[in-house]
């Protein structure tokens, strides 16, 4: 299993822009599937969450600004109203039933995002 993250770079203040994180191998199901961000000397936090059944839960920073939504392989993370703190590596995480029937977390490869003037 693998998953695919794309979408960073680099956006003024008050900007848009759309992240993308798409699974892919021998995967019978997909679960939760989140978003991460790991900004410069800070630990990693959650950012959004989706469940299979599509209730979504939010940062308290992001709320309002960013939007998670997926279908059955891909998380999407709609971002407006960027601040320069929500400048972050940005990983994305799914906890997957593989074709072997082994549950597990994966992580993509982390796509950054710059806000900045």
């Known amino acids: 299993v693998q998953l695919q993250a794309s979408g960073g770079g680099l956006v003024q203040p008050g900007g848009s822009l759309s992240l993308s994180c798409r699974a892919s191998g021998n995967i019978l199901n997909t679960n939760a599937m989140s978003w991460y961000r790991q900004a410069p000397g800070k630990e990693r936090e959650l950012v959004a969450s989706i469940t299979s059944g599509g209730s979504m839960n939010y940062a308290d920073s992001v709320q309002g600004r960013f939007t998670i939504s997926r279908d059955a392989a891909t998380v999407y993370l709609q971002m407006s109203s960027l601040k320069p703190e929500d400048t972050a590596v940005y990983y994305c995480?799914?906890?997957?039933?593989?074709?072997?029937?082994?549950?597990?977390?994966?992580w993509g490869q982390g796509t950054l995002v710059t806000v900045s003037s």
């Open positions: 995480n799914f906890f997957i039933i593989s074709g072997l029937g082994v549950g597990g977390d994966y």
